[in-house]
């Protein structure tokens, strides 16, 4: 096999992520990157590919965010969901 040159990994998917969001609802881009595909921020490889991927899902418009923000925190936080015409199309 080709190992070594990147085609061990598994095909990521935005499905991935709409699977995810429908069973664990108002995730951060954070949690959903760790959370579906293992990956922390900060390492060695970079975030592009796994961003890259929730906005093309949230382009075509698997899932919405919201803007989730508390008193305490000074970031904005983005919380994604699927919403419920998503689900019923998926069923």
């Known amino acids: 096999m080709l190992a070594g040159k990147g ?3 598994p095909y990521r ?11 664990n609802p108002f995730k951060t881009e954070t ?10 921020r900060g390492g060695v490889e970079p ?7 929730l906005r093309r899902g949230l382009a075509k418009g698997y899932y919405k965010r919201i803007l989730w923000k508390t008193k305490s925190d000074s970031r904005a936080l ?3 969901y699927v919403p419920t ?3 019923n199309n998926l069923k």
Do not use: T
């Open 78 to 80: 983005y919380r994604y």
């Open 13 to 23: 998917s935005v499905k991935e992520i709409v699977h995810h969001l429908i069973h």
């Open 85 to 87: 015409l998503v689900k």
């Open 47 to 53: 975030n592009k590919k796994y961003a890259d991927m």
């Open 31 to 40: 949690e959903i990157q760790e959370e579906v595909f293992s990956y922390r």
């Open 7 to 9: 085609f061990e990994q």
